[in-house]
């Protein structure tokens, strides 16, 4: 990896030439691609590095720039400033793609070097971080359920009895793939910090949500991982590393994914899983612990999905008899009995789906449901089957369809919908011994309700919203946008299966419409919330952007602190602002607060605002503000004076938590008790004296001794410090005048010649001869390196040439002033000659 510093630079650099270009943030840059492609995997597929090991710089930012040549500027409008059209917008997905690269290039820097995998994966396998996935052969790669215009993936068997129904149909070509070699004079970065990049993004569902919808889409989830594995390698392990790329590549979060491996698998940071276990946590017991969906029974949506899963059909489930012609309408109004609810949730011989004990929790609870069959699965129809019923706007929408002749039903269930009478027409709908006739090209339309009107003929209606199906298959999968945002907050839609020759003009109804809703909500929560540089009266908030907007852009957010011994924990929907004894918006991602109350523990939550309203509360973060600030001190007291230290002693400061205090030495002009010395050359001048210095005591205690000049006068000041910061100084001690000692150091010497092994030295006499003439100096250079030092002593001259030096040498000179009582400290060093 090159320099992520030099990227970094490169990056600002066309910031500062483009001052007017707002970066995207990381979750528009992911908005950007969806738009275009239904999942992550179909975008590294588009643009050929589905099987690439690294990735650059050109190759990253095209990702962004191919996801935007195939969306309409209506989809982005949320993403331009002001007049920006879709050139302008480009230029901003550009610059933001690189400096995100570069943010990657700089982590990988800062990472830890991991152990090298095996490499021993032929070039054009699929590689996750060095060779993580098998390859695949090339003649049984099937073309991708996630094509821009939806996709469709076939069962295998004939049979909803079937044990492993769920494979991909094989079509005779190969998926393009970038090479994995390094580009040579490039930066590249590995495919897996890609799909972390796009993990992160991702908004948290939930292991039920991400289960329920993945069971619809692969019926055996090794599938996901291996769509060509066969079914006796469902019981082979999986490897970490292949469960979290696989989440991704399907639109999952990052760090989800890792949680559920472990809570699966049920140790920390196991390195595989076994297949079937994650197949019967799936199945039977989704509610994993310690997570956001940890709750109560399972939703009649999400047991229909795994009924259909394991028995193929509700008849089956429920071991329903076939209906009598006559009699085929009291179906409407049955509903399954608790002994019903219990045979369908055990599961069947081959396919256990719950415990005992959990099929009787579950089958107590749904018993109890008032609604009809009809009603009781509001995601369900007679050939259409989806994982919930309320979406967000263009959210991904898996569909099952069933081609048989009673559907998901089954021979027992309530009546279908009335098959068409076959026309001239060679592929309209209608049915040929027992099996539909739906044409060349069937699809899956979303639909609203004012375009379905008994007047209207089906094959003028104009279908915006479809999903492929594949006329072959008796039970499959496809995928499709749920429609965009109406003018309000919520608006309905109708999913139905149409006939068609052309995939695009419906021939006539083949299901029954399956009602959806389209809703804007409030954003998902920020994930963490950070406080930093608590003081006394004062932080800083930060968090990351919502990671699901809802529906709708971010407006704004809305931080709210509180007193903790006046609140609870805070659920997601319900918090009593009016309570908050500090609340702010804000359109940033962090805050600073000020004006709090000293050593208070306070708890603060965040949450974002849309055009629906508020979402949920964040998970509180609580803080304690520092002490108040120390007050002043009473001015120091002199104890004792000696040579070059003077002993303090001061009142302490109460109340206030004080961890140490700090001394201020003030050099003074002679204005001292004793009389000043009668040497012109002994007095300082105001120019001369040293400036005031600061020097810490290291510990709370209220005497301490200060290190200073001999014959010299000072005052002091004090002040008291704690873990909030420092009080004001205190006022001046009493003048003191230091014992007689050696002298001052010089100023630092001058060079005014430097030759092959000699030196010419200069130097000024001090500023105070510590109250004794002085008598010599000591001229000391020091060896750069080495440390090695020669000394000379000399009389009274001010200049001397240093002799004895090695040539070719780095030296620092330095001068000390001698007198009666003794030397005095060095002076400060030359620069390095």
Same mark, same amino acid.
């Given at each position: 990896?090159?320099? !992520? &510093? ?105 990472? /830890? ?34 094509? @821009? ?14 044990? #492993? ?11 393009? #793939? ?20 796009? !993990?992160?993004?991702? @908004? ?31 019981? !082979? ?47 039977? %017991? ?34 329903? %008899? ?13 509903? /399954? ?44 129809? =007679? ?29 027992? $269930? ?27 090209? @069937? ?9 379905? *009107? ?13 999903? /492929?199906? =594949? ?6 999968? *496809? ?50 919330? &950070? ?88 998970? /509180? ?9 120390? $007050? ?36 003074? &002009? ?6 000043? @010395? ?31 000049? #001999? ?29 007689? !000692? ?24 001090? *500023? ?35 002799? $004895? ?29």
């Amino acid at each position: 990896v090159a320099s !992520g &510093q030099e990227l970094m630079a490169h990056c600002h650099q066309q910031a500062r030439n483009c001052l007017e270009m707002e970066p995207l943030g990381t979750l528009e840059l992911r908005q950007v691609v969806l738009l275009r492609w239904l999942t992550i995997q179909d975008a590294l597929q588009a643009v050929d590095l589905a099987s690439t090991r690294n990735v650059t710089e050109e190759e990253f930012s095209n990702i962004f720039l191919t996801a935007l040549k195939g969306v309409e500027q209506s989809q982005v409008l949320h993403l331009c400033r002001g007049d920006d059209d879709l050139s302008k917008l480009s230029k901003r997905v550009d610059f933001s793609a690189r400096r995100v690269f570069a943010e990657i290039v700089q982590a990988v820097k800062r990472a /830890p070097p991991q152990k090298e995998k095996d490499n021993s994966a032929p070039m054009g396998a699929t590689v996750f971080d060095q060779g993580m996935a098998k390859p695949m052969a090339s003649q049984s790669r099937g073309r991708s359920p996630f094509s @821009p215009g939806g996709g469709s993936t076939s069962w295998r068997s004939q049979s909803p009895n079937s044990a #492993s129904p769920w494979r991909k149909k094989s079509e005779n070509h190969e998926l393009a #793939s970038g090479s994995s070699a390094v580009r040579s004079n490039q930066t590249t970065i590995p495919l897996s910090k890609v799909l972390s990049a796009f !993990g992160s993004m991702a @908004p948290r569902e939930g292991f039920r949500a991400w289960s329920t919808r993945s069971l619809l889409a692969f019926n055996e989830l090794v599938f996901m991982l291996h769509p060509d594995a066969p079914a006796r390698n469902l019981r !082979g392990p999986i490897d970490r590393d292949e469960f979290f790329r696989a989440v991704v590549l399907f639109n999952g979060n990052e760090e989800e994914a890792f949680e559920w491996f472990d809570a699966v698998s049920g140790t920390q940071n196991s390195p595989t899983l076994a297949a079937s276990a994650l197949q019967r946590r799936a199945l039977g %017991r989704p509610r994993l612990e310690g997570t956001v969906d940890a709750g109560p029974c399972l939703t009649p949506e999400e047991v229909v999905v795994r009924l259909v899963s394991v028995w193929g059909d509700l008849s089956a489930a429920f071991g329903l %008899r076939p209906i009598q012609p006559g009699k085929r309408l009291h179906r409407r109004d049955w509903r /399954p009995t608790k002994d019903e609810w219990l045979r369908a949730i055990r599961g069947k011989l081959g396919r256990h789906l719950m415990e005992e004990k959990d099929a009787r929790v579950e089958a107590e609870h749904l018993a109890a449901l008032p609604e009809p069959m009809e009603q009781l699965f509001p995601n369900l129809c =007679d050939r259409l089957l989806i994982p919930k019923v309320v979406w967000g706007p263009n959210e991904l929408i898996v569909v099952r369809y069933s081609l048989y002749q009673h559907g998901f039903w089954g021979h027992g $269930g309530p009546p279908m919908q009335e098959t068409p009478k076959e026309t001239a027409s060679t592929g309209a709908a209608g049915c040929r011994n027992g099996r539909l006739s739906l044409g060349l090209k @069937p699809f899956i339309a979303a639909l609203e309700p004012d375009q379905l *009107t008994a007047e209207q003929e089906v094959t003028s209606i104009m279908v915006k919203h479809r999903a /492929p199906v =594949d006329p072959q298959a008796r039970c499959a999968t *496809t995928y499709l946008r749920a429609p965009p945002r109406g003018e309000g907050n919520t608006t309905r839609w109708l999913l139905q299966l149409f006939s068609s020759d052309d995939g695009m003009t419906p021939l006539a109804p083949v299901s029954l419409p399956l009602h959806i809703q389209v809703a804007v909500k409030g954003p998902s929560s920020p994930s963490w919330l &950070q406080a930093s540089h608590v003081t006394h009266d004062s932080l800083t908030l930060e968090w990351p952007s919502s990671l699901h907007d809802g529906g709708a852009p971010v407006e704004r957010y809305e931080v709210a602190i509180f007193e903790a011994p006046h609140v609870q924990k805070a659920s997601n929907t319900s918090l009593a602002i009016e309570n908050a004894c500090w609340a702010a918006n804000t359109m940033e991602t962090w805050f600073s607060v000020t004006k709090l109350a000293s050593d208070t523990r306070y708890v603060v939550h965040v949450r974002a605002w849309n055009k629906a309203g508020p979402g949920g509360w964040s998970e /509180p973060v609580y803080f304690i503000t520092g002490p108040a600030l120390p $007050g002043r001190v009473a001015p120091p007291q002199v104890s004792s004076v000696d040579r070059c230290s003077v002993l303090l002693k001061w009142q302490p400061c109460a109340d206030f938590r004080t961890t140490h205090y700090a001394i201020q030495v003030v050099p003074l &002009q002679h204005l001292t008790p004793r009389e000043p @010395p009668t040497s012109a050359r002994s007095t300082p001048r105001l120019q001369d004296l040293l400036p005031p210095s600061i020097q810490d005591m290291p510990t709370a205690d209220t005497t301490g001794v200060v290190e200073v000049m #001999s014959n010299a006068c000072y005052c002091f000041k004090a002040r008291a410090h704690n873990e909030s910061g420092h009080g004001p100084w205190s006022g001046p001690s009493d003048r003191v005048m230091t014992l007689p !000692g050696p002298p001052h150091p010089p100023e630092a010497p001058q060079i005014l010649q430097a030759m092959q092994d000699r030196i010419h030295v200069r130097w000024s006499f001090p *500023t105070n001869d510590g109250a004794s003439e002085v008598n010599g100096y000591v001229v000391l250079a020091v060896r750069e390196g080495s440390g090695a030092m020669v000394r000379m002593e000399v009389s009274s001259a001010d200049a001397v040439w240093l002799r $004895g030096l090695q040539g070719n040498t780095h030296y620092s000179v330095m001068v000390a002033a001698v007198n009666e009582v003794g030397t005095g400290s060095y002076s400060r060093v030359t620069e390095v000659v």
